[in-house]
């Protein structure tokens, strides 16, 4: 058992010692420690005594799960240049990815960096591609989504080179897709918007900030078809959402939890009013610079508990004073 524990031990230093930048010539002592021998010969050359070299260990059931599992991606375009060997051992870990976030990569990943990692993966679940806003195209993205059927959430935030191919071949390819983020896609319109709707029918969580094309009718249709299962929304900086839109998504969106109005400037009291009478599931509503929303419509809401953006007015107005004098004078705020 002692033996045993000791060759455990010996794999994990190696596997440390790996990660601190050594390249696969980095032998491991375990019994000798005379200073003056030979190190191994990467290409297969004699072994010293009791050393373990870290491509000896098990693929798939030690280095695949339990070492470049927890190595960024970063780190891994530097590790598949030490050879050949470790450039296969990299191509079979990012062929088995689930998740895929190019922020792991840097602020701004290459399109040829992104071909590499994403060539080989067809199980990922989910994709997040912000980094990639400045340069990434339809014929980038389309087979990726082509070769992964399975993915349930996808942020393509910013991305504003894509067009409506894209996230066509996003609704047709990927049915169950669950969360979408296509926040600040001025190409996102009406008719792009209703594909969505028609084969998305795992849709919970949205994201559609500044997507300015977008109209009343666009949103309710999306809340027509795809409301029952709608959990999250974001409609916010969008001038031409008002609240025909909104009470459209309160009656058909009994589970919606969280919506983002903030700047929708056309959405008003009565779209409020509608959503405190057929939301019951309603958790956080954010109507910051929605000038047309009074209290009154929000009263309902802060009696539920629901968290809202814009305080009370009597609020406001004692924080301004406090802001003035140094002072807030005592009021029963009960009343």
Request: aromatic fraction near 4%; proline fraction near 6%.
């Amino acid at each position: 058992m002692g033996s045993s524990f000791r060759y455990e031990e010996r794999k994990k230093a190696g596997l440390l010692r790996l990660l601190q930048g050594h390249s696969e010539k980095t032998l491991l002592r375990t019994r000798s420690r005379q200073p003056m021998e030979p190190p191994m010969d990467p290409s297969g050359g004699e072994q010293e005594p009791g050393a373990v070299r870290l491509l000896d260990l098990p693929w798939e059931d030690v280095l695949l799960p339990h070492v470049l599992s927890r190595v960024p991606l970063r780190q891994l375009l530097w590790l598949q240049r030490v050879s050949r060997a470790f450039r296969a051992l990299v191509q079979l870990h990012l062929a088995r990815l689930r998740r895929f976030d190019a922020a792991q990569v840097g602020p701004q990943i290459p399109r040829a960096a992104l071909a590499w990692l994403l060539r080989d993966a067809e199980g990922l679940q989910e994709l997040a591609l912000a980094p990639c806003h400045e340069w990434l195209s339809d014929e980038d993205l389309v087979p990726v989504l082509a070769r992964n059927p399975q993915l349930r959430s996808v942020a393509l935030a910013g991305c504003g080179q894509l067009s409506r191919r894209a996230l066509g071949a996003l609704a047709e390819g990927c049915p169950r897709l669950q969360r979408l983020s296509l926040a600040h896609c001025d190409w996102v319109d009406g008719l792009a918007l209703r594909g969505l709707a028609d084969r998305c029918p795992a849709l919970e969580e949205l994201d559609l900030t500044a997507c300015r094309q977008l109209k009343d009718e666009a949103i309710v249709y999306l809340a027509q078809r795809r409301g029952a299962g709608l959990r999250s929304l974001s409609l916010a900086v969008n001038a031409n959402v008002g609240d025909t839109a909104v009470q459209e998504l309160a009656r058909n969106c009994p589970e919606l939890q969280h919506l983002d109005l903030t700047g929708c400037l056309r959405v008003g009291s009565d779209g409020i009013r509608t959503l405190a009478e057929y939301c019951p599931a309603l958790r956080s509503l954010r109507v910051r610079h929605c000038h047309h929303v009074a209290e009154p419509s929000l009263s309902r809401l802060r009696k539920r508990g629901v968290d809202i953006d814009v305080e009370p007015p009597l609020h406001q107005a004692l924080v301004l004073l406090q802001d003035m004098v140094g002072f807030a004078p005592f009021v029963n705020l009960q009343v």
